[in-house]
T-cell receptor, first 107, second 112 residues
Framework: GEDVEQSLFLSVREGDSSVINCTYT??????LYWYKQEPGAGLQLLTY?????DMKQDQRLTVLLNKKDKHLSLRIADTQTGDSAIYFC???????FGTGTRLQVFP | KAGVTQTPRYLIKTRGQQVTLSCSPI?????VSWYQQTPGQGLQFLFE???????NKGNFPGRFSGRQFSNSRSEMNVSTLELGDSALYLC???????????FGQGTRLTVV
């Protein structure tokens, strides 16, 4: 069945770049998403990329998609303490989410 | 425009009981998906309803069921509760042809 995998934790220093990785199995997805969940809150869409694109940049966020390897990444430039949250990738065919990566930013 | 509303926000049940959770999607959205979120398992897909029909289903036992009403509101039911069912249950609604799923704040279920 479809599966989306992420590493569970990432810890970075404030001001550094963060890179969160995701692999997926369903090649029929039209979109791939990154959602952010802050403590005690629901999930909010951060950004998404069409499956026919390789890269999308949105201010401090850069999404890279390697369709051949079914690998998606989210790069956050100049990471701030407010970026501390759980980040989920998801594919849109059945809106299957990864396990989430907990990003911790320390001063 | 109201967001996705889940009720109740918190619930405590004992093992063996059953529970019903409710989700009201954004007005006009016909797709509702349910997820279970636990610290160890992350966010797991339960099922998706569209126009009162279950369109997709995740790998959960038959104790987990759901339904959707003609006004697109959805309910999720868990029977014979187990301690391991303690989790945050999230629902998301999606507009037809839309690209963004909107999430409710979830119902935190504790089974004791």
């Amino acid at each position: 069945g479809e599966d989306v995998e992420q590493s569970l934790f990432l810890s970075v220093r404030e001001g550094d770049s963060s890179v969160i990785n995701c692999t997926y199995t369903d090649s029929s997805s039209t979109y791939l998403y990154w959602y952010k969940q802050e403590p005690g809150a629901g999930l909010q869409l951060l950004t998404y990329i069409f499956s026919n694109m390789d890269m999308k940049q949105d201010q401090r966020l850069t999404v890279l998609l390697n369709k051949k390897d079914k690998h998606l990444s989210l790069r956050i430039a100049d990471t701030q303490t407010g970026d501390s949250a759980i980040y989920f990738c998801a594919e849109n065919d059945k809106l299957i989410f990864g396990t989430g990566t907990r990003l911790q930013v320390f001063p | 425009k109201a967001g996705v509303t889940q009720t109740p926000r918190y619930l405590i049940k004992t093992r063996g009981q059953q529970v019903t959770l409710s989700c009201s999607p954004i007005s006009g959205h016909r797709s509702v998906s349910w997820y279970q979120q636990t610290p160890g398992q992350g966010l797991q897909f339960l099922f998706e309803y569209f126009s009162e029909t279950q369109r997709n289903k995740g790998n959960f036992p038959g104790r987990f069921s759901g339904r959707q009403f003609s006004n697109s509101r959805s309910e999720m039911n868990v029977s014979t509760l187990e301690l391991g069912d303690s989790a945050l249950y999230l629902c998301a609604s999606l507009a037809t042809g839309g690209t963004e799923a909107f999430f409710g704040q979830g119902t935190r279920l504790t089974v004791v």
